[in-house]
């Protein structure tokens, strides 16, 4: 109920704003669009890969073409390009008429879209392909869409080149601790004192190790958004224990710096690559889902384990 609530009047404040009873381009087709609009909080990396694959399975279910429109703050071809359909669309080829287009906003059904509308936009949504799907075939068909949607760009593919590590000759260890260790996102409120901290950085160091003592001989690419953890798993100097250069943010604040972005790209589809992945999680840390769809992207395996305090 509380997100219906939320959709409606994002819907209210984005026909008020941008849509009229005229149209601006003349229409042939029918088609789906995702939008990343500027006036509205924008979604991490693995959210807006949610939407987007959830309106293409919406789209292709029901004959329409699909496109996406993300050009800022940073265009999504930069680093992701077109693999089997042409998503690409101008700004300009967008109709603002309210008689031929529409806002879509689903919850958890599969909406009917109806031919005489040509443009359904869509700004927000979720992962709809986990209501109609049990595990494992879920993660099966969401790897077909997102790998039919997208390859890496050229230069997101000359950076995975560049790695020292290669595709499934490693595990990846995702943890997620938002603001327990060091400030990094506004909105949580889960910060620890010092002694928490080192306690939670002692437990999660201690268990990748175990996961690498069974598993011996194969290295492990930890993953993470705090540079304290990650500097400090570096300086435990373990021999298979590897971390990548780059500067770490969230894109939902960070979206106009290029190393930011490039930087969480390159860390999902490294996980993506990796011949299983695990996500690491405690009562202090954000259970994150970034891991979780790289891992589905992918085709690979993956596990979440829970650590007691």
Request: charged share 25%.
């Amino acid at each position: 109920m509380k997100n219906r609530v939320y959709l409606f009047f994002k819907k209210i404040k984005l026909y008020i704003k941008y849509y009229s009873l005229f149209d601006n381009v003349r229409l042939s087709k029918n088609q789906v669009i995702y939008i990343v609009n500027k006036d509205l909080r924008n979604a991490g990396l693995v959210d807006r890969f949610k939407t987007i694959v959830a309106a293409y399975f919406i789209a292709k279910q029901q004959g329409f073409e699909f496109k996406i429109l993300h050009t800022k703050p940073f265009n999504l071809v930069d680093y992701i390009v077109p693999n089997k359909i042409d998503w690409t669309i101008d700004e300009n080829d967008l109709n603002y008429g309210i008689k031929r287009s529409r806002i879509l906003t689903y919850t958890s059904k599969i909406p009917k879209l109806s031919r005489k509308i040509n443009q359904y936009h869509v700004y927000v949504g979720r992962d709809l392909i986990r209501n109609y799907y049990p595990e494992p075939e879920r993660f099966d068909i969401w790897h077909s869409l997102f790998n039919e949607l997208f390859v890496p760009s050229k230069k997101l593919i000359m950076l995975l080149a560049a790695q020292s590590i290669k595709e499934n000759e490693y595990y990846a260890v995702h943890l997620r601790f938002v603001n327990a260790l060091e400030h990094f996102e506004e909105g949580y409120n889960n910060s620890l004192s010092i002694d928490k901290r080192e306690l939670l950085i002692s437990r999660c160091i201690q268990h990748i190790l175990l996961l690498k003592e069974q598993n011996h001989g194969i290295p492990f690419l930890i993953f993470s958004d705090s540079d304290i953890f990650l500097e400090r798993i570096k300086n435990n100097k373990n021999e298979g224990i590897v971390v990548l250069d780059g500067e770490i943010g969230h894109i939902t604040f960070r979206g106009e710096e290029n190393n930011v972005v490039l930087k969480t790209f390159l860390d999902f589809y490294m996980i993506s690559r990796a011949y299983k992945v695990y996500s690491l999680l405690s009562p202090e840390m954000y259970n994150s889902m970034f891991a979780a769809y790289a891992a589905h992207a992918g085709g690979k395996c993956f596990e979440r384990i829970e650590l007691k305090e």
